[in-house]
């Protein structure tokens, strides 16, 4: 049973960094995608970041691009997000997702067939 914990979330003031780390166990889809998404409170989820497994290829939010990078380490089965320049229009709770298969719309959480609990980000001004 795949298995998504994530880790990392916290404060922090405007303008600072964090990173989240997602570690996901019993997975082993090589061809397939593994994504962050976020929800603030009374919104619906977003996606922020996705990576295709085999090649690595990236795909960001137009509302995160240029701060924040996802990336993976095989070795650990880990991916990560990391956040810089961060902004109050951050504060949410983030999910790791991972998908079973190559998908179209990495950014579309109907994609993906796994989900972490979340982890919550709370940017203050």
């Known amino acids: 049973q795949v298995q998504l914990v994530e880790s990392g979330g916290g404060s922090v003031q405007a303008g600072g960094s964090l990173r989240l780390s997602c570690a996901a166990s019993a997975y082993t889809y090589s061809s397939a995608a593994l994504g962050w998404f976020r929800q603030a409170p009374g919104k619906e989820r977003e996606g922020v970041a996705a990576?295709?497994?085999?090649?690595?290829?990236?795909i960001y939010a137009d509302s995160v691009k240029g701060r924040f990078t996802i990336s993976q380490d095989n070795a650990k089965n880990t991916v990560y997000l990391h956040m810089n320049s961060l902004k109050p229009e951050d504060t949410a709770m983030y999910y790791c997702?991972?998908?079973?298969?190559?998908?179209?719309?990495?950014?579309?959480?109907?994609?993906?067939?796994?989900w972490g609990q979340g982890t919550q980000v709370t940017v203050s001004s």
């Open positions: 997702a991972a998908s079973r298969r190559w998908i179209t719309f990495p950014l579309a959480s109907y994609e993906y067939n796994y």
């Open positions: 990576i295709y497994t085999g090649g690595g290829t990236t």
